[in-house]
């Protein structure tokens, strides 16, 4: 007995259009789509489970764009929702345009509760490498930089910069 099995079997999910974009590639002006990329596992070439995935936002014309984190895919796709619903007369101009505010009034608050938790985590890394030794930072900073958080490695920099008076 033999099983056929393979892996990297693509699925896409074409979400739709999201907001018209200047291509650096292909240098036109499009509606960009927002895609899900999904690689399976199979077995006699049938998907049995996904093993990986890539969410990208992309010109509809060369292909070129860029991979969305989780939470960007999750603001694009309501985007992308409200202009197929606006396409297909589902919902009126108004309605569109009411959907597309509020959806960028919850990205901003989302992206300020980030920006604070950024800082308070920024205080945080400060005050425990300001009671550092000097040495102590140099170690972090260089060949043991990869144990650290990027974070604490940025910090310590900043810290003996300050020491160094630069």
């Not at 989780?70 to 345009?97: C, M, P």
């Not at 597309?100 to 005050?127: F, G, P, T, Y």
């Amino acid at each position: 007995m033999f099983f056929i099995f393979g892996w990297n079997r693509p699925s896409i999910t074409d979400y739709g259009p999201v907001k018209q974009e200047l291509c650096r590639n292909c240098r036109n002006t499009e509606m960009w789509h927002l895609r899900k990329v999904s690689r399976y596992f199979t077995l006699f070439f049938i998907p049995i489970f996904p093993h990986d995935s890539e969410i990208l936002y992309l010109c509809p014309i060369c292909n070129h764009g860029i991979q969305l984190s989780h939470g960007d895919f999750e603001s694009y796709k309501e985007i992308a929702e409200v202009n197929k619903a606006s396409v297909e007369n589902q919902i009126t101009e108004e309605e569109r345009t009411q959907r597309l505010d509020q959806i960028s009034a919850d990205v901003k608050k989302r992206q300020e509760e980030q920006h604070l938790k950024d800082l308070e985590n920024s205080k945080k890394w400060n005050a425990l490498v300001a009671g550092k030794s000097t040495e102590e930072l140099q170690l972090i900073t260089g060949r043991k930089q990869d144990e650290y958080d990027p974070a604490v490695v940025i910090a310590a920099k900043s810290e003996l910069n300050r020491r160094m008076g630069n």
